[in-house]
């Protein structure tokens, strides 16, 4: 029995999995299996999550939506790879035409971890892990991006039209259009076409 709450909870009910499923295949788009969409505070994550026409997720992605407000947008057209991992308690808005490669990680919320290491820390206590949130900042992916391998996009984040990230970036601030960005932090390396 623990096997299977364990899988539910990892994974989200194979019911609002197959909404997801059947929203995608009426707009020609596909979300390979298996991916998850655990069910945390909203009811009904599938009715969340918005994918355009003729887009393909990878396998073993990841949908997760953390609060009843929040909204994942994907437009039409969009192609991303495997292991994609979406964290959203606000807004995630991703334009059309968009490309991921592999392990692409995009996160909306992080963990308040000041707020309960430091107290600890500082009165001669040993940590426990929590679970408190920062407040969300959404996130926005112009049209025609590209992403390569194990990129991470951070809170608050807005990324303009046409712009390529590099493997392994971590972009923490907002992308201009038609800009080539790298490295941990992401920074403007040329513009497209110059």
Known sequence: MRTTFTRRATLGSWTERARLIR????????VRLPFRLPQ????HPSASVSIGASSYIGARSWFSVTSPSARIVIGDGCVFGESLAISCGDEVTIGNGVTFSDRVTIVDQQHDAESWVRDALDQGASP?????????EPIKIGDGCW????????????IGPGCVVGSSSVVTRDVPPYTVVAGIPAVPIRRLGD
């Open 23 to 30: 929203k995608a295949r009426a707009v020609g788009s596909v």
């Open 40 to 43: 945390s505070s909203a009811p």
């Open 128 to 136: 426990h892990a929590s679970w408190e949130m920062l407040p969300p």
């Open 147 to 158: 992403f390569g391998v194990n990129v991470v996009v951070m809170p608050g984040v807005v």
